[in-house]
């Protein structure tokens, strides 16, 4: 395998062009009231203080029995948090407030419809709501501790109060997406052997009134397909009282939550006293390929570092109004909406609906008119908001003294957009890079201690040290321009304990590559691989460059797809980009480029040109892409992350594979005509893929 190019690269050496980016510097406003404001803080989390720096996290807590010991590393690489400690989550997020803040708002639900009521719920009332919908899963539902219960919910306030009612009793939930397919949460129910439902009928999405219990029909029937059968279906009622779906409600097995409640009404549970290391839910995270994969999340180890990284990172006090704009039914939902803000008491806002709902003006108002000052989303929402609304955040009057930029890495042009127009230059931002499997953040910068540095997270978070292996397991310096693959070196308290059912998988997939002696109980020998390719700069920040899978190999040259995509956003009439490899003879695989203008743009070979130029300019020649297509928009799922398989899958006239989680399939079909019909014409139609390469092809990026 040699590479023809003109860059001589290893196969295992991912190319790396990025420039540098100046810095930008924390606000000084934000400094002096700030959690973290002392530069000490990161000598008492330095790997010298390690694993005891994480003691200052879990006193965070209020527990029932204080832990023995820290960190047990007696069964590697199971390792395990505060044992001989106990504690319940529920009483963490909501019991230990009542006396202090009562009647402080726990959480502010916004409909999507701005008609519709904004709903304040306060600590007291969560706490009666979580109660009574405990009494009844207990007692009508006959759901135990230790029991796992599947949630596939809206973003609406009953996610929440499920969520905690069972983990008041000790009782694993295990909440899938909303927008997921009944498919998608059939198998997950297979997969935790779930007995319980709990649903809603129908929820609000762009305007719509969207069935959603039809999807628990199919999640029954995909199930029941497998052997398991759910014995009770909740469902709760986006207005209680009235009825939106076709599905029939079935006699005996499916039970309106509004009407069952009346028989719990201000009843108590008793809070159930878990040990430190049971787990407190399943969060599925796809993967590529295969089964899906449910990491379990512990009670105390967990609960400990979303509380302490939502207070150092997040910056949050009680008094702050704090909106993290994802969904529940993502891990950054359960960390840094839920588990985290109210771990520390503060008033997490919730939105059911999209962001340019019933205008791109929406998140901003909703700011304005609730006085958030913490702001938490992602690259793909602020892409949204910047295209078709740049100009919208100027019109509202609202101070964020910390924002965040979640899930991918974030294209530097964009970040910059984000810090001058949303955050009106008072902001701090952390870019918190982080997976499903670690609970909580890995990188990012101390908002009012570290610079901040667009397209990079920053470095390693308190008590959390990097390292970037090549495919030998020797550690790529810092500084030196090459990209590997990131790793942890440590345990921490928020890694998941395995894969729910498959201690085997979790070694394999996390483990194997870098451990060094598997009968070794000294952790040094056991380094957590993230499966990102990363780089890291001579100040020790660290790049992303995303998904391992996700790399496009040219002829042996390894093109990262965030940087080729970081590239062409540049181009002033762009709005959003995706990067895919197209089989070609000469040079294995080549580079297409996928781009949606911004609205007011039209389609021009100019456009087409000035994104071929600054690609080989920023990246060069090995990267110029084949063809460039301007389509009317790009596949996404309805997490908002591009499809980049759906796209490779029509740039080779190769199967596309399962579209039913996407949020927009009729554009499949549409880019498929355009591309195509243009390839077909141009006589550039690839060979016929050998089935390896439809499965690399397949496997491209990591949604669901
Ligand atoms: C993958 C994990 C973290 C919760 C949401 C996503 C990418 C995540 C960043 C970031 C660059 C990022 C990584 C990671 N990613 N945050 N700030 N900068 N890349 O969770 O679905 O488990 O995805 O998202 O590639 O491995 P997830």
Redesign the pocket.
């Known amino acids: 395998m040699g590479a023809v190019g003109e860059t001589e690269v290893s196969e295992s050496q991912i190319a790396v062009h990025w420039r540098e980016e100046d810095y930008y510097e924390p606000p000084p406003k934000l400094i002096d009231q700030a959690n973290a404001n002392d530069p000490a803080i990161r000598e008492r989390f330095s790997e010298e203080h390690f694993p005891d720096c994480f003691t200052e996290y879990a006193e965070l807590l209020t527990w029932d029995r204080k832990w023995d010991t820290i960190l047990d590393t007696s069964n590697p690489p199971f390792w395990k948090w505060w044992i001989g400690g106990r504690l319940n989550a529920c009483v963490n997020c909501v019991d230990r407030h009542l006396e202090a803040r009562g009647n402080k708002n726990a959480f502010i639900w916004v409909p999507e419809l701005e008609d519709q009521e904004t709903k304040e719920i306060t600590y007291e009332e969560l706490h009666r709501r979580i109660n009574e919908f405990a009494a009844l899963l207990r007692d009508f539902a006959g759901a135990q501790t230790g029991d796992r219960v599947t949630f596939h919910m809206p973003m609406v306030p009953e996610l929440p109060v499920s969520m905690l009612a069972c983990a008041r009793m000790g009782v694993i939930h295990s909440q899938v997406f909303g927008g997921f397919s009944g498919a998608a949460c059939g198998n997950r129910i297979v997969d935790s052997q779930s007995k319980i439902l709990v649903t809603m009928d129908a929820y609000y999405r762009d305007g719509q009134l969207l069935d959603h219990k039809l999807k628990a029909d199919e999640a029954l029937e995909v199930a029941s397909n497998q052997g398991v059968e759910i014995e009770k279906v909740l469902v709760w009622r986006r207005q209680p009282g009235e009825y939106h779906s076709e599905s029939p409600m079935v006699d005996g097995r499916d039970f309106f939550v509004d009407e069952l409640l009346e028989d719990y009404r201000g009843q108590q549970v008793e809070p159930e006293s878990m040990p430190a290391e049971a787990p407190l839910f399943l969060m599925y995270?796809s993967g590529t390929t295969g089964q899906p994969k449910g990491a379990e999340h512990s009670t105390g180890g967990y609960l400990s570092y979303v509380a302490g990284t939502s207070k150092y990172y997040q910056d949050i006090h009680p008094d702050d109004t704090y909106w993290c704009f994802a969904d529940i039914g993502?891990?950054?939902g359960h960390s840094y909406i839920v588990y985290g803000p109210l771990a520390l008491g503060t008033t997490s806002v919730m939105y059911e609906g999209v962001p340019t709902y019933p205008d791109p003006g929406r998140p901003w108002r909703i700011a304005e008119k609730l006085g958030v000052n913490i702001f938490h989303t992602?690259p793909t929402t602020i892409r949204m908001l910047r295209k078709v609304g740049p100009d919208e955040p100027a019109k509202y009057d609202y101070h964020f003294k910390t924002m965040t930029?979640?899930?991918?890495?974030?294209e530097p042009d964009v970040w910059r957009w984000y810090y001058h127009t949303v955050g009106k230059e008072e902001a701090a931002i952390t870019?918190?890079?982080?997976?499903?499997?670690?609970g909580g953040f890995l990188?990012s910068t101390l908002p009012a201690l570290e610079k901040m540095k667009p397209g990079s997270?920053g470095p390693g978070v308190l008590g959390i040290n990097l390292v970037i292996y090549d495919e030998n397991g020797e550690e790529v310096q810092k500084g030196s321009g090459k990209a590997g693959n990131i790793c942890v070196r440590n345990p921490w308290p928020g890694l998941m304990q395995t894969i729910w059912g498959d201690d085997d998988r979790y070694v394999a997939t996390y483990f194997a590559k870098y451990c060094r002696d598997k009968q070794s109980q000294d952790w040094h020998d056991w380094p957590w691989l993230?499966?990102?390719g990363a780089v890291q700069a001579a100040d020790g920040y660290y790049r992303?460059l995303?998904?391992i899978d996700d790399v496009i190999n040219v002829a042996g040259h390894r093109l990262g797809t965030k940087e080729l995509e970081s590239a062409a956003i540049q181009v002033e009439e762009v709005a959003e980009t995706a990067a895919v490899p197209v089989i070609d003879e000469l040079r294995g695989k080549v580079v297409e480029m996928y781009v949606a203008l911004k609205p007011g743009f039209e389609p021009s070979d100019e456009i087409v040109q000035k994104v071929s130029q600054i690609i080989e300019r920023d990246i060069g020649k090995i990267a110029r892409p084949k063809n460039v297509w301007i389509v009317p928009d790009m596949p996404k799922t309805r997490s908002g992350k591009i499809m980049r398989r759906v796209i490779a899958g029509i740039s080779n006239f190769a199967d596309v594979g399962d579209v039913s989680t996407l949020a927009n399939p009729e554009i499949v079909d549409e880019i498929r005509e355009q591309v195509q019909s243009a390839k077909v014409a141009r006589g550039d139609v690839p060979r016929e893929l050998s089935p390896e390469e439809m499965e690399e092809i397949k496997a491209f990026g990591?949604v669901e």
Do not use: K, Q, Y
């Open positions: 995270s993502w891990i950054t992602a930029t979640v899930g991918e890495p974030i870019d918190t890079w982080w997976l499903t499997e670690t990188g997270c993230c499966g990102d992303i995303g998904r990591r």
